[in-house]
């Protein structure tokens, strides 16, 4: 049974002339969409930072913990060395709800009129 998440995945320190790979490998393990890139607060060390998000499925029994060893497996390859590697993950089949309702009283507070209306 496939389990539907989105998957944010942050990566600090990558080897900017490795970007193209860990991106296209990283793609491959999840469907992330457009990758940010930021220069490490303007520093010239030939390392990048990225982050992207998608939507998808882990099937087959997959944990997220299991799927975030996964991608760090596939950006380290990528990259030829260690980066650090951040997933957060959201179950998108169960969130959690929070209900506002507004009723009279509240019209009454919120517009200032007394009385029904």
């Known amino acids: 049974m496939s389990q539907t998440y989105q998957m944010n995945v942050f990566l600090k320190n990558v080897k900017a002339e ?3 790979d860990v991106a296209k490998l ?3 393990e999840w ?3 457009d ?3 930021d220069h490490r607060d303007g520093q010239d060390d030939g390392l990048i930072d990225l982050d992207a998000s998608g939507i998808g499925s882990l099937g087959g029994g997959e ?3 299991e799927f975030a060893d996964r991608l760090a497996l596939a950006v380290w390859t990528a990259n030829g060395c260690y980066c650090e ?3 957060c993950s959201t179950y998108m089949e169960d969130l959690p709800q929070d209900e506002h309702r507004r009723g009279r009283k509240e019209f009454g507070r919120l517009t200032k009129r ?4």
Request: hydrophobic share 35%; no cysteine.
């Open 18 to 20: 490795r970007v193209g």
């Open 85 to 87: 590697v951040k997933v």
């Open 26 to 28: 990283a793609e491959a």
């Open 114 to 117: 007394q009385g029904p209306t």
């Open 31 to 33: 469907p992330f969409g």
């Open 63 to 65: 944990t997220a913990e």
């Open 35 to 37: 990758w940010n890139r």
